[in-house]
Structure formats: structure tokens, C-alpha cells
């Protein structure tokens, strides 16, 4: 399997979704896409249908990036919200992330709870708190391709400089990624990039970027662009469209809509699964 260094080192920009279960991951890795990322957001709502404040465990996370990583051969990136703790407690979850196949993760420095990048409300613990968990979660990992990335969600309260005085600060921290909640416009982003010492991972989160082509978000030199509400956006909208047709009696007008059991089939890998039963 490419690490994510590797994938990181090549001379383009990575688009990825964000998803929450085994059969998503299946999807976005079936359709040819280098990397799967684990969304707070994602997983809070599809598991537990909670709301992005914070409120799941390490062990919630951790049971579902090893579901995840068992469903596919790409890298799996997950996002660890504050770290779920302090130092120690972050260099227990890089130990257990790592240990899961896991190939990095993603820890941002907002107060606990935190909350969806999104929202109004964020605040962010000091720069002297932050670089002591990022510190622990650098040293805890046994391999170098393991990727930590650093998130900043200062620029509502503290504004676009701050960001990008924090995520200096985090990049010589050790840092491999550098990343910021928050709607960011392309020239900010454009901004972020040329003074930030690392590369920029941008969080399409604002609905009006994403149908953007992906040349404009080439154009503004980020590394990575995850689509944080596809799939589960659109997922959300297709089962309400669904259990509303049944409940309605006009659930037949939609057969055309709905997976066959061949494209179920397909992407459960079910042949595979066949012919060792039948051995």
C-alpha cells in the first residue's frame, strides 16, 4: 500500500470524501480515490445520530477507523477532534490509532468539548497548551509515515493572521499537514499556502464550493481538498427521499433509483466471499 507520505510527495492535488462507515470507504475507494478520511461530523451523526459537539469517545472513534481500515487497501486518515485528553492521553490514541492501521490523524486546537468547525461558538485553547499535545503525538508514533495533522480553528475569534501564525508554529512542531475549520474563500486559502511551511489540507465545507471545478482548487496550491459532507450529506437526503416514497405508498416510482444486487454484490465483493465457501 503507497503511504500517505508518498502519496503526499506527488506533484498534484488530492481530493478525497469524508466517510463514516466500511461500506462508504468501499465506495470512495472503488472509485479510484487515493485516501479515506474519517470525519468527526460523519461518524458522530451516521453512528449515533449526535451532533458534531464533541461528544464521542476514543474508543467510539477507535472501533470505527478499524472497521474502516479493514474495508479497504488505501490509507485511512481520522480526524481525533481535541486529542480526547492531555499529553498522555494523546500519545495513548497516536499508540492505538497506529496499532489499528490507521495511517494518520487529524487534532485540532479548540477548547473541550469541541464542536463542528461550522458552528458558531468554537474558541481554541492557547498556542503553549496545543503545542505539548502535538508534541506528544509526533513522539508516540513508531513510524515516521505516519502522518499528524495540526488544525487550527482560531480564525473566527482570532482572524487570518493568527491562523497563520499557529500553524507555523505547529508545522515546526512537527506537524506533516497543516489544516483550519472554518469556511476559508480560494484566496484565503491561495494566502494560507504561500505562508504556511507545510501543506495545506482545505475542508470543502461550504455548499456553494463544491460543485467548484477541480482546477480552481488546483489553482490555490492546497495538497488536499476533503469534501466533508459528501457522502453524508447526499446520503442523509436519499434515505429521508426513500422511507418518505415508502410511507407515501409511491416507493415503486423510485426502483430506478435504489442499488441492485449486483452492484451490492460488487461492492461487498461477494464472489470472493463465494468461492471460499464453497471450498
Given at each position: 500500500?503507497?503511504?500517505?507520505?508518498?502519496?503526499?510527495?506527488?506533484?498534484?492535488?488530492?481530493?478525497?470524501?469524508?466517510?463514516?462507515?466500511?461500506?462508504?470507504?468501499?465506495?470512495?475507494?472503488?472509485?479510484?480515490?487515493?485516501?479515506?478520511?474519517?470525519?468527526?461530523?460523519?461518524?458522530?451523526?451516521?453512528?449515533?445520530?449526535?451532533?458534531?459537539?464533541?461528544?464521542?469517545?476514543?474508543?467510539?472513534?477507535?472501533?470505527?477507523?478499524?472497521?474502516?481500515?479493514?474495508?479497504?487497501?488505501?490509507?485511512?486518515?481520522?480526524?481525533?477532534?481535541?486529542?480526547?485528553?492531555?499529553?498522555?492521553?494523546?500519545?495513548?490514541?497516536?499508540?492505538?490509532?497506529?496499532?489499528?492501521?490507521?495511517?494518520?490523524?487529524?487534532?485540532?486546537?479548540?477548547?473541550?468539548?469541541?464542536?463542528?468547525?461550522?458552528?458558531?461558538?468554537?474558541?481554541?485553547?492557547?498556542?503553549?497548551?496545543?503545542?505539548?499535545?502535538?508534541?506528544?503525538?509526533?513522539?508516540?508514533?513508531?513510524?515516521?509515515?505516519?502522518?499528524?495533522?495540526?488544525?487550527?480553528?482560531?480564525?473566527?475569534?482570532?482572524?487570518?493572521?493568527?491562523?497563520?501564525?499557529?500553524?507555523?508554529?505547529?508545522?515546526?512542531?512537527?506537524?506533516?499537514?497543516?489544516?483550519?475549520?472554518?469556511?476559508?474563500?480560494?484566496?484565503?486559502?491561495?494566502?494560507v499556502v504561500?505562508?504556511?511551511?507545510?501543506?495545506?489540507?482545505?475542508?470543502?465545507?461550504?455548499?456553494?464550493?463544491?460543485?467548484?471545478?477541480?482546477?480552481?482548487?488546483?489553482?490555490?496550491?492546497?495538497?488536499?481538498v476533503g469534501y466533508m459532507?459528501?457522502?453524508?450529506?447526499?446520503?442523509?437526503?436519499?434515505?429521508?427521499?426513500?422511507?418518505?416514497?415508502?410511507?407515501?405508498?409511491?416507493?415503486?416510482?423510485?426502483?430506478?433509483?435504489?442499488?441492485?444486487?449486483?452492484?451490492?454484490?460488487?461492492?461487498?465483493?461477494?464472489?470472493?466471499?463465494?468461492?471460499?465457501?464453497?471450498?
Amino acid at each position: 500500500m503507497t503511504t500517505l507520505k508518498e502519496i503526499l510527495k506527488k506533484e498534484k492535488t488530492i481530493f478525497f470524501p469524508v466517510v463514516y462507515d466500511g461500506l462508504t470507504a468501499r465506495i470512495v475507494e472503488m472509485n479510484g480515490f487515493e485516501i479515506v478520511w474519517i470525519g468527526g461530523l460523519n461518524v458522530a451523526a451516521s453512528n449515533f445520530a449526535l451532533p458534531d459537539m464533541g461528544l464521542l469517545t476514543l474508543t467510539e472513534f477507535l472501533e470505527r477507523a478499524r472497521t474502516i481500515v479493514r474495508a479497504v487497501n488505501i490509507p485511512v486518515i481520522c480526524d481525533v477532534e481535541t486529542g480526547f485528553g492531555g499529553v498522555n492521553n494523546v500519545r495513548r490514541m497516536v499508540m492505538e490509532f497506529e496499532a489499528a492501521g490507521v495511517s494518520g490523524v487529524q487534532m485540532e486546537d479548540q477548547t473541550f468539548p469541541c464542536r463542528c468547525g461550522s458552528f458558531t461558538g468554537t474558541a481554541v485553547i492557547p498556542v503553549e497548551e496545543y503545542v505539548p499535545k502535538l508534541r506528544a503525538a509526533v513522539e508516540a508514533r513508531k513510524s515516521k509515515d505516519f502522518l499528524i495533522v495540526a488544525r487550527t480553528d482560531c480564525k473566527p475569534t482570532l482572524g487570518m493572521d493568527e491562523v497563520i501564525r499557529r500553524l507555523n508554529i505547529y508545522a515546526d512542531n512537527g506537524a506533516d499537514l497543516a489544516t483550519a475549520g472554518s469556511p476559508f474563500t480560494l484566496e484565503e486559502y491561495k494566502r494560507v499556502v504561500k505562508e504556511v511551511k507545510i501543506p495545506i489540507k482545505a475542508n470543502c465545507s461550504i455548499i456553494d464550493q463544491i460543485g467548484l471545478p477541480f482546477k480552481q482548487w488546483e489553482d490555490t496550491g492546497v495538497k488536499m481538498v476533503g469534501y466533508m459532507v459528501v457522502p453524508l450529506y447526499f446520503s442523509i437526503k436519499a434515505i429521508e427521499k426513500s422511507v418518505q416514497a415508502l410511507k407515501n405508498g409511491t416507493i415503486g416510482d423510485m426502483i430506478s433509483e435504489r442499488a441492485s444486487h449486483e452492484d451490492r454484490d460488487r461492492i461487498l465483493k461477494m464472489d470472493e466471499w463465494r468461492k471460499w465457501a464453497e471450498q
